[in-house]
């Protein structure tokens, strides 16, 4: 590779958003708002294969579509508001169920602020759409500031120049379609995700690029009826923390007159979703008799572990799954504040991989940084369900707080909510467990719990109606 | 009214925020209606109607005051809650967030800077020999 120092975008540039999810639209569109700014005139193409007003699985890109409370906040302050045919369902609490018992823990403003959604028109047997696709939503938007979409699958990437004797300024990127059609652009944003086999070429375009390593997560829909849900599902995200060596975690969310089963944790086959939903704190939550076997819709995709360790180079970016998204939880948000961070980045700053290193680098890192915090988070999690007396000492402790005024520090309840929502950055959530307060009374329900003998474990219901 | 929808819904004539109160957040209407008004000297003025959209009660975000107006739903309506806590972070990390509420609050300055103008030239011409 030769020395790359600093190249800016000119007008007239052109560049390719490969991959037309929240990550590719989110860049699209504040690429071109930034650049508005500055007065700048630049071309968007956004190539995105799928068509999302299709239900099932070839509209769909295969993820829960849960938009967290910062999310939501923080589009409605940039002046996005999620319409009511997106969110299916506003989430205003959540309950967590262990085998010792169920706590329902309300938002601190008791209001609906994480929103349920597809990502595309819903699952396979729909019997009629009432919904519009969440990703389409965010493509419009950035239709509307002037990129245009390109129906093609980019299948390769090539410099239109000899790179190792070619300055950086008098090459440019090449990619080519499915169809064989080519397009040179000053640079290139992969938002592709990593189900996709375009980051191969990537790779072998010797840029210093690695995909991220991933593992398998699970997704169910399961038809319920307007009627169930608000009996037995209602506007809540139901967690689930089961005793299983390979589920880190698990959640039942409603969504129109559907629920989503979601499953992360390490490579999760068939069998343990089976053993999963065998497990007596997940029929306590359906409906009675409910038939697992009946299945709407079901995906296996891939989910990040580590992100890429250099997620960009010359004229070229990698956001959201393809570069560093945030570890189980709010892949939308970790989109959102990557593709900013990025546009940000190439409009103000520059576009060779020395520019990105700067600003973009520096957010990639911070990211991983706190996804390491999140591990650490998750594996004293997993140490904490070992033991029945500490698995009744958090539910303890969150019932508590539940029934008392929210205090500063938020306590377990907070801890909890924010580490299952994705709501706060898993630093912030560790440094709230560094609470004197957190501490004394986790210490006194521990001591409590060890010394008393357990109680029945308590009913998803007898626990929803306290 | 979409009961599924992001935020709290407000029954018509129910106060979202009220004059004088302390505040830490600020407010997007979603759907429905709402109107600010100021009591002063035991006087009620319409300062006027937001709809899905705009957003009320910034002022408490970047100021140490207490709310400068009452807001109520007109009808039912449905207002999202950004908090202070959250918003302050995030403009922070990512200062381009303020752009919105800059360009909005400018756009407000705006309004207020032509509304002056003409009471002005009102009193001036009240004022006049004639």
Known sequence: ?466 | MNKDGLGKEYEAGAIIVKQGEAGDCMFVVQEGQVVATLEQNGQESMLGLLGPGDFFGEMCVFEKQPRSATVRAIGQARVLTVDKKNLLRQITVDPTLAFNLLEKMSARIRTLNQQVAWLTGEQENKAAPK
């Open chain 1, 1 to 466: 590779m030769e020395n790359s120092n600093t190249l800016k975008l000119k007008d007239g540039a052109r560049i390719a958003v490969i991959g037309g999810g929240p990550a590719g639209s989110f860049f699209s569109n504040f690429v071109l708002m930034f650049a508005d700014r500055l007065g700048l005139d630049i071309h968007v193409d956004i190539y995105e294969p799928r068509d999302f007003s299709l239900v099932g699985p070839p509209g769909c890109n295969m993820c829960a579509g849960i938009v967290s409370e910062s999310l939501v906040q923080n589009m409605a302050t940039e002046g996005i508001n999620f319409p009511t045919t997106v969110v299916q369902r506003g989430i205003d609490s959540y309950v967590l169920y262990m085998d010792v018992g169920t706590v329902k823990i309300d938002s601190s403003r008791r209001e609906k602020r994480i929103g349920a959604t597809y990502r595309g028109s819903g699952p396979r047997d729909v019997k009629e759409v009432k919904w519009d696709s969440l990703d389409r939503f965010l493509m419009n938007l950035a239709l509307e500031k002037g990129a245009q979409h390109i129906r093609a699958r980019i299948t390769d990437v090539k410099w239109d120049a000899d790179a190792e004797t070619t300055p950086l300024e008098n090459r440019r990127l090449v990619l080519k379609t499915q169809n064989g059609k080519t397009e040179t652009y000053d640079f290139v944003a992969v938002t592709a995700g990593v189900n996709t086999a375009i980051l191969k070429a990537f790779q072998e375009l010797n840029i210093g690029y690695q995909a991220p390593q991933t593992t398998k997560a699970y997704i169910r829909e399961y038809y319920l009826g307007d009627q169930a849900i608000g009996e037995f599902i209602g506007p809540s995200f139901h967690a689930f923390l089961p005793t299983m060596p390979n589920i880190e975690f698990g959640a039942i969310v409603p969504k129109g007159e559907y629920v989503t089963l979601a499953l992360l944790g390490e490579d999760i086959d068939t069998a343990t979703v089976d053993a999963f939903m065998a497990d007596p704190t997940v029929k306590e939550c359906m409906p009675p008799g409910f038939a697992f076997d009946k299945i709407a819709c079901w995906c296996g995709p891939r989910i990040n572990i580590t992100g890429s360790a250099q997620p960009y180079g010359d004229r070229v970016v990698f956001i959201g799954d393809s570069g560093v998204t945030r570890l189980y939880k709010d892949g939308m948000g970790a989109a959102y504040r990557a593709a900013k961070a990025a546009a940000s980045n190439v409009v103000f700053h520059g576009i060779a991989r020395d520019d990105l290193a700067k600003q973009y680098g520096a957010f990639c890192r911070a990211m991983e940084t706190d996804n390491n915090i999140g591990k650490f988070m998750f594996a004293v999690v997993r140490q904490i369900q070992r033991f029945r007396f500490s698995r009744r000492a958090i539910l303890r402790m969150a019932s508590e707080e539940q029934k008392r005024p929210p205090t500063a520090h938020g306590g377990m309840s907070m801890v909890l909510w924010d580490m299952f929502t994705g709501s706060a950055p898993y630093r912030e959530v560790f440094i709230r467990t560094l609470h004197p307060v957190f501490w004394t009374r986790l210490a006194w329900n521990m001591a409590v719990c060890l010394v008393t003998r357990a109680e029945t474990p308590a009913t998803t219901r007898t626990a929803l109606e306290t």
